[in-house]
């Protein structure tokens, strides 16, 4: 059995060039940015009133004095006339600030006229009121970096700087194809011997919050005449092929077989991790990577975080870790098999000011409901066992947190 740690390096060398696309502002929240960011323009691009006012010589306001207003200037209109001894602009927050005035009296301290003159407070003064151009960006300055993941703010400060697009890495494509005589999708009738599919949902379901598109789902029976029309038809749409079932040992778990009678090849099968071992990895026949996942659901989840979604990062050109993580205090001991490493289903809860897990309930391959309350995973290293109170890294699920930790009990 391979190594969880080279399994997963291994696929990460299986990941094609980053491809590039245009992507307009409102679409860009959660994509990789494809390259480095210099900003066209300086912000602000030029020096203006931050607040509601007038533009004034500092040294011209006196409390209890007045000065002539020369004109009204609102935000988007350029002064015409440029403010000279005794005089005044009145100005709104925004307004570019008129030449040779160097502060802003705000209306607050003034009658508010917007015509002749204005009168001053007893307590009239002037302050700096000013936002100078490029005080927050100056040309040039890098204001995203290739393989960032773009943020809201992001979005925000490059519309500010004028922009409408971005390049951005190009969602990869897959494709899935679910194997087993014994599955029926949701919503037919189950016959006696038959089960609901779940694994072509978890996968079409969670491609998406990994970054890649999902362009086909297929489910076959266990015939390697099947096998191979579907392979051969998911190949030529997708930058990767998943399948799922099919990878183990029994007289029907045929897709090893089909995929080098087709002119594919496997790279590896079985990696040393509970659950999960019967994991394949190879190539078909046109060279598309090809991650074949086990059928039990909870198997299918785990092999789908650690070579999956790692392999969609990866296409993505993202900077950091594949897996998001978080650190946490486990509150029961955490232990694997000699063997292999165990990825225990782990439930976050917020206590007294750390974040603690536990189990989040049976760890059996099948176990859905434990899937269904987990936040992450823990990885155990085979033949260790962790204490209580120890520190452990949580490896997360893709997509939004189930419930709240701070309603959690401990």
Not at 115 to 131: F, T
Not at 282 to 289: A, I, N, V
Request: with cysteine.
């Amino acid at each position: 059995m391979l190594p969880l740690d080279q399994a997963r390096q291994f696929v990460r060398g299986l990941a094609k060039p980053v491809v590039s696309e245009t992507c307009p502002l409102s679409d860009a929240v959660g994509r990789i940015l494809f390259e480095d960011m210099q900003a066209p323009m300086a912000l602000p691009p030029w020096t203006h009133s931050a607040m509601d006012g007038y533009a004034v010589r500092c040294e011209d306001v006196v409390p209890g004095g007045e000065l002539r207003i020369n004109e009204v200037v609102p935000a988007g209109v350029a002064p015409k006339l440029a403010v000279t001894q005794g005089t005044a602009t009145a100005v709104m927050t925004g307004t570019m600030m008129p030449d040779g005035a160097d502060g802003v009296l705000v209306v607050e301290e003034t009658d508010g006229s917007l015509e002749g003159v204005v009168k001053l407070s007893g307590a009239a003064q002037a302050g700096p009121h000013i936002r100078t151009a490029g005080e927050e960006v100056s040309v040039g300055a890098l204001i995203g970096t290739r393989g960032q993941v773009i943020r809201p703010g992001d979005v925000s400060l490059w519309a500010a700087l004028g922009l409408a697009e971005v390049r951005v890495a190009r969602h990869p494509k897959v494709a899935v194809l679910v194997t087993g005589d014994e599955l029926v999708s949701p919503g037919q009738s189950l016959a006696p011997g038959q089960i609901y599919g779940s694994n072509m949902h978890t996968l079409s379901t969670w491609l998406p919050l990994s970054g890649a598109i999902c362009v086909a789902v297929r489910r076959v029976g266990d015939t390697r005449e099947a096998l191979q029309a579907a392979l051969d038809a998911l190949e030529p749409v997708a930058d990767l092929v998943v399948t799922t079932g099919g990878a183990s040992m029994g007289a029907r778990d045929l897709l090893q077989e089909v995929v080098v009678a087709g002119g594919g090849q496997v790279h590896f099968w079985k990696v040393a991790m509970k659950p999960g071992k019967p994991v394949l990895v190879g190539e078909l026949s046109g060279g598309t990577p090809w991650i074949g996942l086990p059928g039990n659901p909870v198997s299918c989840a785990v092999g789908y975080l650690q070579f999956v979604h790692t392999w969609v990062r990866r296409s993505l050109g993202a900077t950091g870790k594949e897996i998001e993580t978080l650190a946490a205090h486990t509150v029961e001991t955490l232990s694997a098999r000699p063997d292999r490493a165990h990825l225990l289903r782990v439930q976050l809860c917020a206590s007294e000011g750390r974040l603690t897990c536990r189990p989040s309930g049976r760890q059996g391959s099948a176990s859905l409901p434990a899937l269904r309350q987990a936040d992450g995973l823990v990885t155990v290293p085979a033949g260790a066992s962790v204490a209580p109170g120890s520190l452990v890294e949580v490896q997360l699920f893709p997509g939004p947190l189930p419930g709240t930790w701070s309603e959690r009990s401990a």
